[in-house]
């Protein structure tokens, strides 16, 4: 079956140290998406991708990055200067920029401050 | 850039009819898409409005009004399964360019016997 994988369900990091959460998709989708989402509160976009090799910003960028080397892979770097970065962290894909598809979303990393 | 609005809580009664609203401002507005979720879980997909008026899927309908850039969905024969977050997204070409997604904060559904 297609679908989006997210690893690890879990994840937690200690001060000062990168951590990289791992979203691939069996898809065949162009578009990927990394949201996050903090308790009570919506799904706020860090970055997105529409074709490989380029991406670009979304609202809360700063002390993330990302890469997209390949299609069906997206993931997301959190680094020490996000000082937040407790959340739950969802990625997402879909078709492309062309059709205005719904996205799919894998099961989430939920990430932890040691 | 975009800003979406929905209430932050709503309770219900099972069996009744419930209608969550939600207003946007938008550049290069597309349509509006509403999702479902669970606590601790992923969103999942309910609709999309891109036209104009009401768009119904058994016990869930949504409608759009552009003009006023207003949304709402409404449940019907509320079970308590529906307890939920549900989520209003507008999906916007801002410049023409990519297409670009932004939630709403989400309105959260409690379903009581």
């Known amino acids: 079956d297609g679908g989006i994988t997210q690893s690890p369900k879990y994840l937690f990091r200690k001060e000062g140290q990168n951590v990289t959460l791992s979203c691939e998709q069996n898809?065949?989708?162009?578009?990927m998406y990394w949201y996050r989402q903090d308790p009570g509160q919506g799904l706020r976009l860090i970055y997105y991708?529409?074709?490989?090799?380029?991406?670009q910003k979304g609202d809360i960028a700063e002390g993330y990055s990302v890469s997209r080397e390949k299609k069906e892979s997206f993931p997301l770097t959190v680094t020490s200067a996000q000082k937040n970065p407790t959340a739950f962290y969802l990625c997402a894909s879909n078709p492309g920029a062309m059709g205005n598809q719904p996205q799919h979303f894998g099961d989430g990393t939920r990430l932890s401050i040691l | 850039g975009q800003n979406i609005d929905q209430p932050t809580e709503m309770t219900a009664t099972e069996g009744a009819i419930v209608q969550i609203n939600c207003t946007y401002q938008t550049s290069g507005f597309n349509g509006l898409f509403w999702y479902q979720q669970h606590a601790g879980e992923a969103p999942t997909f309910l609709s999309y409005?891109?036209?104009?008026g009401l768009e119904e899927k058994g016990r869930f309908s949504s409608f759009l009004s552009r003009s006023k850039g207003y949304s709402y969905l409404l449940l019907k024969e509320l079970q308590m399964k529906d307890s939920a977050s549900y989520l209003c997204a507008g999906d916007a070409r801002p410049s023409g360019g990519y297409q670009k997604v932004t939630f709403g904060t989400g309105t959260k559904l409690q379903v009581i016997p």
């Open positions: 991708s529409q074709i490989v090799n380029d991406f």
């Open positions: 409005n891109v036209l104009d």
């Open positions: 898809l065949n989708h162009d578009a």
